[in-house]
């Protein structure tokens, strides 16, 4: 009887150890939910915009979720350095909005050619976007326990 008590109490403590990692881990993935979140949004946001050339309008969303991400940026030890540069290339994104057209009954050639040159730029800047808001989430990807 005594060794079947003694088992039954090993049992029970390894149950409780057991379930205390999985609430430290839970508590740990906790921390990536919001940040994990807004890439996804960010991520979602710049895909609609692809090979379309925006203007600074078009691009609030973009620009609040960038806000968001900025603000968590520094209490996030871990992940600084990727959401620090995801703001950073969103910065660069949005400093590529096209102008706000005039309306003109003709665009001149040098006109046309400076917008396609600022769309290509834009394009540019969000690829290099969707790249940083990718390596963020792999980095919080590897670093959520399972």
């Known amino acids: 009887m005594g060794a079947l008590a ?3 109490l090993l049992h029970h403590r390894e149950v409780f150890a057991w379930m205390k990692q999985i609430r ?3 508590a740990v993935n906790t ?10 949004d960010l991520y ?24 968001m991400i900025r603000g968590v940026a520094d209490r996030i030890e871990a992940i600084r350095p990727e959401l620090a540069k995801v703001v950073e290339r969103v910065d660069d994104y949005l400093d590529t909005a096209l102008p706000v057209q005039t309306p003109a009954l003709k665009v001149s050639l040098a006109d046309h050619q400076a ?3 600022q769309a290509m730029k834009q394009e540019a800047a969000r690829a290099d976007l969707a790249q940083a808001i990718s390596s963020a989430r792999q980095k919080i ?6």
Do not use: F, H, I
Not at 31 to 40: F, I, M, N
């Open 115 to 117: 917008q396609l040159v």
């Open 44 to 67: 979602k946001a710049q895909c609609r915009r692809a090979k379309k050339p925006s203007r600074a309008e078009d691009m609030e969303d973009v620009s609040q979720t960038g806000n």
């Open 31 to 40: 921390v990536y939910d919001e940040p994990d979140q807004w890439l996804a």
């Open 6 to 8: 003694l088992y039954g």
């Open 141 to 146: 990807k590897s670093l959520r326990r399972n």
């Open 24 to 26: 430290k881990t839970d």
